[in-house]
């Protein structure tokens, strides 16, 4: 076996077995255009959310920047694809008014583990301009695991040949 399709095997053992692992990661963007309907605001943020498939638990770090209005509430809703709105999941922590972060922590349920890597999940980030939300982000996989497990799918086809 040449050294390229050792190195190739070892990327795709890699990816298999992170595929199956019980952590996922999302890092997403937040903007005005997001919202339902759409809200034309300078504000932006972004978040990292870690799950974990097999104990529910979740946890979300991010930051929000230049809002119209200060920030009243933030939570995880769903389950709602973009361009639909959902109850709340989980409640965030806030702090500063216009910019500022965002934390939060719990675990979730079965339907909501599975509404969560389904992509029907996002952050809304509510405030004193619109209550409703100014800025949202739906939580989707960071591009760079798309791009590996697409990659793995790749290589195992190229294998079968």
Do not use: C, W
């Amino acid at each position: 076996m040449s050294r390229f399709h050792v190195g190739v095997a070892a990327l795709v053992a890699a990816v298999a077995g992170s595929a199956n692992a019980a952590i996922v990661v999302y890092n997403f963007s937040m903007d005005g255009a997001q919202e339902v309907p759409p809200v034309a605001t300078p504000g932006f943020g972004s978040a990292t959310v870690t799950l974990n498939t097999d104990t529910g638990q979740v946890s979300l770090t991010g930051t929000y920047n230049d809002l119209i209005g200060t920030v009243t509430a933030a939570h995880i809703h769903g389950l709602a694809a973009p361009g639909s709105n959902a109850g709340v999941i989980l409640a965030l922590t806030h702090t500063g008014g216009t910019s500022g972060t965002l934390t939060g922590a719990g675990v979730f349920s079965a339907a909501n583990i599975q509404g969560m890597l389904d992509g029907l999940t996002y952050v809304n980030v509510h405030t004193t301009f619109k209550a409703g939300g100014e800025i949202r982000g739906q939580v989707v996989p960071a591009p760079a695991s798309i791009g590996l497990l697409g990659l793995a799918g790749l290589v195992a086809g190229r294998r079968r040949r």
